[in-house]
């Protein structure tokens, strides 16, 4: 069981991540890839994965077991910061200093020695002895994989963490931090003044004053995760709850016949929020058109358009994101 101690300080610090992090969505995923369960929400994914992948599963899978610890260094962070997009992330890792490495992937060596595991030996002692070169194709297989495996798949993982933020965003809003922590997934339990989690080991996290992080993950399955090195600005990574549904599935040939084509197009091209421009550019139509669809997506409860800048931007409601999935209702619990 994980126990995280929370103090009155620590309540008052308690945040939501604003967007997925690129590099948790990366590292988790490839627990998803090896994982045969739930088939209906990542059978397809998989399948599809597996057919853009070019070896760059057999140095991750030196890093990242099947199961268990892997090294806080693949997923960084830093206190008080947004989550990573990919590039930041990715420099953030070429910045992990050596003794960094050499502590976490001696850790990781011994938990592979109990399970059992086998790794390239030869490149967990360069990586350890902090070689910039075996650094170097690691963070290549990671930038490889996630563009394989996460990058087309980016406006759903948008899509599904939006979904929860709003979900938690309204408990913080009815209730303030204490209705925020008892709404998590079920896996989690606010008992307060600590939040208890199912976990493979037994761990205790004190916050000290630092607050918490709460991070949804697309790619986050069965339970929480939090760094091992306590030390580490404090994060918890929880599964967001997928519908009945398959996520990845495309709308049917019905929403072109309610909505017309160029305009279902539209909807779609929408994804996680463009300005007119971009919605005119990836739908194929003018400017005006593109304006014009928007307006009618917008009038019917579908869009959301809010002023950026001297632009707008083009968001789904709740109600359009539904409807592109197909009708399938959104589970909350």
């Not at 998989?46 to 030196?62: C, D, K």
């Not at 001696?106 to 070689?131: I, K, T, Y």
């Not at 017309?260 to 091209?269: D, E, I, K, N």
Request: proline content about 8%; charged content about 20%; aromatic content about 6%.
């Amino acid at each position: 069981m994980l126990r995280i101690h929370v103090s009155g300080m620590d309540l008052s610090k308690v945040r939501m991540a604003t967007r997925p992090d690129a590099l948790w969505e990366t590292i988790l995923s490839f627990h998803r890839l090896r994982d045969r369960r739930a088939s209906t929400v990542f059978g397809k994914w998989r399948t599809e994965s597996r057919t853009r992948l070019n070896g760059e599963t057999r140095l991750l899978a030196a890093v990242v077991p099947p199961r268990g610890y892997f090294p806080d260094f693949l997923t960084p962070s830093e206190e008080g910061a947004e989550p990573f997009s990919l590039g930041v992330g990715m420099e953030a890792l070429r910045d992990t200093t050596v003794g960094r490495l050499h502590r976490e992937l001696a850790h990781l060596g011994a938990g592979q020695g109990r399970h059992g595991g086998r790794s390239p030996e030869a490149l967990l002692d360069a990586l350890s002895e902090g070689r910039a070169d075996p650094l170097g194709r690691l963070i290549a297989a990671v930038r490889g994989y996630h563009r394989a495996a996460v990058e087309p798949y980016w406006p759903h993982i948008q899509a599904s963490v939006e979904a929860d933020r709003a979900v938690r965003g309204r408990a913080l809003l009815d209730g303030g931090a204490d209705e925020l922590l008892a709404g998590l997934p079920p896996m989690i339990r606010w008992r307060a003044p600590v939040l208890e989690a199912d976990y493979p080991v037994d761990r205790e996290l004190r916050l000290d004053g630092r607050g918490l992080l709460l991070q949804p993950s697309f790619f986050c399955r069965g339970t929480p995760v939090v760094y091992r090195d306590p030390q580490l600005a404090p994060v918890l990574v929880y599964p967001v709850t997928h519908p009945g549904a398959p996520v990845f599935a495309e709308p049917g040939p019905w929403l072109g016949r309610l909505l017309g084509h160029t305009r279902s197009a539209v909807l779609g091209a929408i994804g996680n929020g463009c300005t007119t421009s971009e919605l005119a550019r990836r739908a194929g139509v003018s400017m005006a058109s593109a304006s014009q669809h928007a307006c009618v997506l917008r009038e019917a409860g579908l869009v959301r358009t809010l002023r950026h800048g001297s632009s707008v931007l083009h968001t789904l409601t709740p109600l359009g994101g539904s409807l592109l999935r197909g009708g399938a209702p959104l589970a909350l619990s």
